[in-house]
């Protein structure tokens, strides 16, 4: 061996494993919606426009901050073109860091104004919904839980199941419910929650699985998650909670352009690809999301926004509220 | 040529953890808020007891399992040594995920306690128990393969089996239980994934809560990982008294050629008992295979394995051959106790027990700069990671063998003028190749199970297979991510299949 020969090994390694992707047509995304619904969405958007997607996605146990963090930290020199978030608040960490370029896809027109930032910042689309799951062979019929409170009620001391509100949905969900009925109101939750033995499961799919498989009573998750036991025979039943209350929290899955991003424009053709409603329609069909614009099929069982009370929040003071309990909220996990 | 391995290993490991000091003064006060509360050092304290108890069952179980199969007469101890050793080299979450389908609730022979057990901290300690055993097995059997013949034979002729065991074997595979230990409790303690599955909480998962949470403060991770310093120093002080400068043989060197120790009347009973140790850690991948059979999971397998295998493959190659050569010039300057090499020693162990998650942080700001892309977005930056985190694997493989080969060799190639390149590839080299090639092929294993480290900054489109079956795990078909699991396990084989071959091929060819 050879000293001159370490540069000349590093750089035919540096060929092997740079050389192995061509960089020219690709576009990269960063996503937080779950892999098994997101990914064969954009294997089709590679045949139909001859682009290479290239993908990073969340972990369950990270979901939604993973994934934001890593936009976070390689802000200095963005990797991604676009960050397709699995909910509407995390846009607003990046917008508030000046990572986001504005973009209005001509295709986000009949996108309802609440679900889309004026100026193209975010554009909402196919949301998911916070239901509560609840095993049949658990719970009588007649003691169907409805609301989000039931969580803390003595009667299922144990029983009840959610998710590690540090990461993932579950943290906009707090955050929201903290928003409508304050502070002090939300602290109580929480605290009953703890007393009553409510299981911090590591994510929403665990939740999922903690009531498919009866270990818990009933809990809190998305409707993707529900759709997902429903499709496995679970004998669950998804209830839509708080519908004579506050109503049931919608979130859209939201598309954001990377300021900086190293493909741009492919980066706008992905966004507008996501954005036309055979997608919304495909994501009510594959996951159970909630199509936000009007003519968009669903499947039986899914249901449309309009059918249900929905919780009246803005997405920009929950982001706000979701980062100003943070340190409360690690004390509540206790990490 | 020290130097130079000096350097590529300061890069690598040393940059990203400096770049996280760096970070230390902006978050001092958070910092100190942090860990001036008690939890982290209740978490700490924790996870070091679950170390402990893992660690003190897998030495009770390791140690006299790695006498049966190195100095016994146990049947079929070569085959059994191969099926025990392998669950190792598979990513821990992979049979975390295999025993939630034997013991979960709808589990194989799962009921509502069984599934309360497994998703406890009796539940970690079981998963981890079975999975870092065959470290304590394979290090006791190596090192009772290199004892001296002469020796035990000399104690068997006035002493009983048991009393030469006690006095002889286990006394002289005392550097490697001590090496067991120290492995154990450092793969332990900084094990993620599977008390993350099992809802079990650890100070790296509250490290990584700074990392994975909404408010990103990698100031904060890395000054509450500070606690995790003096416990890697102080794992080095242990292992540098009762192990550094002893010899103990690596595997194959001495082979099983002398009379094995009978077993008597124990024999079947002891076999029984070896085997089902060795067959229950099997089971959680005989029933992942059977998930994965029902439901079509294994015909969906290609559609959602995309090029993750050859991501693994590619980038774990390429950073064990750098690991290789790493480990071949440290390991040697390390075992020569060469100036500077004591230190980069440290480095090494510091990179290996430093949260994965910190380090992947750290490498992101150190890599991701405009002139860095060729490293950053590509396989390259997983090859980085890899070298960083299991340099150590591969120098201390080396270095053991090394310490094996007569220092006179060397010498005398000096007195007759031969420069230091000459010796290390005319002498050290063809003496440690077999080491080289282990610790090439051991460092290529950690890096095919490596999920915790990759995770963080894999390049887009780019990931291993362990992250890929990591992100499909909760929402993925179970049915597929089983699938997914089995193509993981059917990998680490071929792997092990072919370091086996190459073994036996140059055992032949000599």
Redesign the interface.
Known sequence: ???RL?PV?LAI??L???G??S?SREV???TSV????SEPILRDFEKQSGL???????????KS??V???L???A??P??DVFWSGDPV?PF?LIKRGLVAPYESPNAARIPPTFRASDGSWTGFAARVRVLLVNKNRVLASATPRSIRDLADPRWKGATAIANP??GTT?MHVAALFSIWGDEQGRAFLQALKDNQA????????VK?LV????VAFGVADT??AQ?ALA?HAPIEVVFPDQDGIGTLVMPTTVSLMRGSPHPDAGKRLIDYLLRPEVEQRLAEAAAHVPLRAGVQTPQGVKRAGEFKAMQVDYNQVAEE??RM?PLL??W??? | ?LA?AGAVLLVAALLPILSLVAELPATARTAIAVLGTA?PWE?LLRSMALAALVTVASLAAGVPLGLLIARTDLPFRRLLWGLHLFPFFLPPFVLALGWFHVL???GLVGT?ST??LLFSGGGAIWVLWLTFTPVCTSLVAIALLGVDAGLEEAARLVASPVRVATRILIPAARPAIVLATLLVFALTISELAVP??L?V?VFP??V??R??????A?GEAFALALPLLPLALLLLAVERRFVGPRVFAVAGLRGMAREPIPLGTWRPLVTLAAWLLVLIATVPLWVLLSRASRGGGLMQVPRWLGQAPSNSL??GA?AAT?IA?LGFVLGHAAARRIRGASSLDALSMLAFITPAPVLG?GL??VW???WT????????IL?VGFVARYAVVGLRTVSSVILQSPRALEEAAATTGAGA?RR??RIV?PMSARGVVAGWLFAFLFCVRDLETA?????????PLTVRL?????????AVVAGLAVAQVALTAAVLALGAAAFAWRRAWR
Not at chain 2, 455 to 463: K, M, N, S, T
Not at chain 2, 470 to 478: C, Q
Request: proline share 4%.
């Open positions: 061996m050879n000293a370490w090994f390694a540096i092997v494993l740079g192995c992707s960089r990269v995304v960063y779950d892999q098994v619904v290479t997607v290239r993908g990073v996605f969340d972990t369950e146990e990270t901050t993973g934001l963090n890593r976070v930290a390689e200095a020199h990797q991604a995390r960490v540090l990461f943290t299981r911090i499961a590591s994510s929403n799919g665990e699985r498919a498989t009866g270990e993707d998650d997902e496995d979701m980062e943070q690690k004390g996990v206790g990490l | 040529m130079v939890r978490l979960g609730r709808t509502e599934s309360r993350m599955f809802r909480q998962a509250a990584f809560a990392l994975g949470g909404i408010d990103y990698p590619l980038s390429i750098v050569v942080v992101i700001a991701n700069r405009g892309q060729p490293v950053y977005g590509t396989l390259a090859v390149w290390l590839a080299l995770v963080l900054f894999y390049p887009a489109g780019r990931e990591f992100t499909l795990e909760a929402n993925g078909p179970p």
